[in-house]
T-cell receptor, first 108, second 115 residues
Framework: RKEVEQDPGPFNVPEGATVAFNCTYS??????FFWYRQDCRKEPKLLMS???SGNEDGRFTAQLNRASQYISLLIRDSKLSDSATYLC?????????FGQGTRLTINP | GAVVSQHPSWVICKSGTSVKIECRSL??????MFWYRQFPKQSLMLMAT?????????EQGVEKDKFLINHASLTLSTLTVTSAHPEDSSFYIC???????????FGAGTRLSVL
């Protein structure tokens, strides 16, 4: 079993739609959680940290459920520029573990 | 966010040669840097953790004698792929951890093609 699991997609949605990504992690000792986005043939870029209380950044909302070891990302009013691969990340002080990523394509 | 510079961005080399990749943190000091490898349509796989002033910690299955890591200063880590072979062709990405946080910022990556 992978330490961080995501639905690889691809997700193809129309512009303006709301998209939800889910992720589970197996290491209960994980302390830090993030969502990164990676464009084709580019490096990952931090999208947002994820906290148990949930956090929102504009159109993006991230949630963490420690009891079920589940992380989510919600994108509202999706834009064409949101097309990318979204990486779920969990880890501790020593290292981070990346999920395989969920590929999202926003269609005009 | 913090800035991490990685160089070169693209390397094409002959089989059997060695390739050095540099990773620099430009606006902060990074005691810990990380080296990842990513094959097409796969996730980032951590190869090793580079610690300033000490030996790198390699992940299981990664040959330390083939992938030499040096972290001689607080802003520079290097990865040398020794005696590269076509199966080493991949996207190599470094990251640096911002002190006091557990956030990693990534370099732009190095695309290695071994002929």
């Amino acid at each position: 079993r992978k330490e961080v699991e995501q639905d690889p997609g691809p997700f193809n949605v129309p512009e303006g739609a709301t998209v939800a990504f889910n992720c589970t992690y197996s290491n209960s000792a994980s302390q830090s959680f993030f969502w990164y986005r990676q464009d084709c043939r580019k490096e990952p870029k931090l999208l947002m940290s994820v906290y148990s209380s949930g956090n929102e950044d504009g159109r993006f909302t991230a949630q963490l459920n420690r009891a079920s070891q589940y992380i989510s990302l919600l994108i509202r009013d999706s834009k064409l520029s949101d097309s990318a691969t979204y990486l779920c990340v969990a880890g501790g002080a020593q290292k981070l573990v990346f999920g395989q990523g969920t590929r999202l394509t926003i269609n005009p | 966010g913090a800035v991490v510079s990685q160089h070169p961005s693209w390397v094409i080399c002959k089989s059997g040669t060695s390739v050095k990749i540099e990773c620099r943190s430009l606006d902060f000091q990074a005691t810990t840097m990380f080296w990842y490898r990513q094959f097409p349509k796969q996730s980032l796989m951590l190869m090793a953790t580079s610690n300033e002033g000490s030996k790198a910690t390699y992940e299981q299955g990664v040959e330390k004698d083939k992938f030499l890591i040096n972290h001689a200063s607080l802003t520079l880590s290097t990865l040398t792929v020794t005696s590269a072979h076509p199966e080493d062709s991949s996207f190599y990405i470094c990251s640096a951890r911002v002190p006091s946080k557990n956030i990693q910022y990534f370099g732009a990556g190095t695309r290695l093609s071994v002929l």
